[in-house]
């Protein structure tokens, strides 16, 4: 009974078939009219028939004829190209046509996947295709259905395979390896991230080197000087172990889409990308996320393992539909941070008046640490400026979109006028704006 059950769940029919029985009803029609074609609808069902038997004993009697494996990596990295591979071997005595379904976690909402190819007898082929998740947790993927064909194309045979996994997302750290390879390569020119000659000012002496053009003259060693008979002056190293935390806001105003992504997700992909640079200059990174009546904080480190405890407390982070509580964000940070350290903020405003709310705490965080706010271009409002009015209607449109671009510099401005850096970037150059304003401040000495 199992054996009958498979076999039933495994069989399909071609189109090819259904064709063929059409035109035997034909046939056996046109006889009702002309008894003379009777012998002839006769004679096409029997080689319909015959033929189904034998595309049916040809695809069945070999028991494990066709053998298959699925893969991929251990986790996926959000918002970009994740590669899979599906392998396929033939052990029929003949070539056979394949169609691929395979069942894809639900977050993709792809119900049409099909890949379709053909498999010479006895030998291996890859079937690879590409999934691009634009939200991060846990994606489980069914099984893998493979239909086969002989050579009539009249029966279909399933073979499925139970390759049921679950693969997590976690945030992009398929962008943070490709800056590892720039920044490997010396190409990091090419992407916009920009090194800037930093000279330190710390208490740490490096060493003693002649004057140059553009020296500090404090620095000027009179002694070194007095016995060279030139101009000599110190070297320091740079400033090193800086707490630097990377502020995220969940609340409603990240849940803003862009290119299938939140403003969430680009946030926490650039913090992972920013902690790496920053680890790497020597700093102490940490992370704070928070929304409503909850703040959450990962203390600052160098250590070896300080990106791992980012990357695993971003990969749950969701927003959330309040607005987040900046009044609480600096009582807890200011009960919790016992030295100065830059702050960069991601939140997004639209409006002055929504910034404004906010002023009063930016102002106070920016009292006891140095603040960088990060917030985002509308995009889409910046298409509307571009876009050529032709009617009335659209005069109007443009008009309103210039104020809301309007604002967002207005933003910028108001929050200079406090002392309070900000950066106002789009989503998609949001990881390389941001390191670069470190890289500046680096050079500044401010951080």
């Known amino acids: 009974m199992e054996v009958l059950k498979r076999f039933y769940h495994s069989l399909f029919f071609s189109t090819r078939l259904y064709l063929a029985l059409c035109g035997v ?21 029997a080689a319909v028939t015959l033929l189904v038997l034998l595309d049916l004993a040809l695809l069945y009697l070999p028991r494990k004829a066709i053998l298959a494996d ?18 396929l071997r033939n052990d ?15 977050q993709f909402q792809q119900r049409q996947f099909l890949i379709r190819g053909t498999l010479p007898k006895g030998e291996d082929a890859a079937f690879p295709y590409s999934l691009r998740p634009v939200e991060r947790g846990e994606y489980a993927f069914g099984n893998l259905l493979v239909f086969t064909q002989s050579p009539f194309g009249i029966v279909k045979r399933c073979f499925s395979f139970p390759f049921n996994r679950t693969v997590k997302v976690y945030p992009s750290f398929v962008q943070l390896r ?14 916009g991230v920009h090194r800037r000659r930093v000279i330190g000012h710390s208490m740490e002496f490096d060493h003693i080197k002649e004057y140059s053009r553009g020296d500090d003259v404090r ?42 992504l939140t403003l969430l ?59 987040g509580d900046f009044e ?82 207005q933003i910028v401005k108001e929050l200079a006028q406090y002392g309070i850096m900000s950066l106002l970037t789009t989503p998609e150059h949001l990881t390389v704006d941001v390191v670069n304003k470190y890289l500046e401040l680096k050079a500044r000495m401010l951080a």
């Open 25 to 45: 009803a034909v046939l056996f029609t046109a006889a009702y009219f002309l008894p003379t074609l009777l012998p002839f609808g006769k004679l096409a069902f």
């Open 70 to 87: 699925r893969s991929m990596a251990d986790r996926f990295s959000n918002g970009d190209v994740n590669e899979v591979t599906i392998t």
């Open 178 to 191: 490709n800056y590892e390879l720039f920044s490997t390569r010396h190409m990091l020119d090419e992407i």
């Open 265 to 323: 997700d680009y946030a926490i992909n650039a913090t992972l990308v920013f902690s790496n640079v920053a680890l790497g200059k020597g700093d102490k990174a940490g992370l704070v996320t928070f929304s409503g009546k909850q703040t959450e904080l990962l203390p600052a480190s160098n250590k070896k393992v300080q990106l791992n405890k980012i990357l695993d407390q971003l990969y749950g982070q969701a927003t959330a539909w309040e607005e």
């Open 92 to 106: 029929y005595r003949f070539g056979v046509r394949v169609e691929i379904v395979d069942e894809l976690p639900v």
């Open 219 to 260: 620095t000027l060693n009179w002694k070194a000087t007095a016995r060279r008979g030139v101009l000599m002056v110190n070297s320091f190293m740079e400033e090193r172990s800086q707490q630097i935390y990377c502020v995220i806001d969940k609340g409603r105003a990240m849940k803003m889409p862009f290119d299938g």
């Open 328 to 409: 609480r964000l600096g009582v807890h940070l200011r009960a919790s941070f016992s030295q100065r350290s830059l702050l960069i903020v991601f939140t997004n405003f639209e409006s002055v008046t929504a910034m404004q709310r906010q002023l009063p705490y930016l102002r106070q965080l920016a009292k006891y640490h140095l603040l960088l706010v990060v917030f985002f271009e509308n995009t889409e409002i910046k298409k509307l400026n571009e876009t050529p009015a032709r009617e009335v209607e659209d005069i109007y449109i443009q008009v309103i979109a210039q104020k809301f671009a309007y604002e967002k510099k």
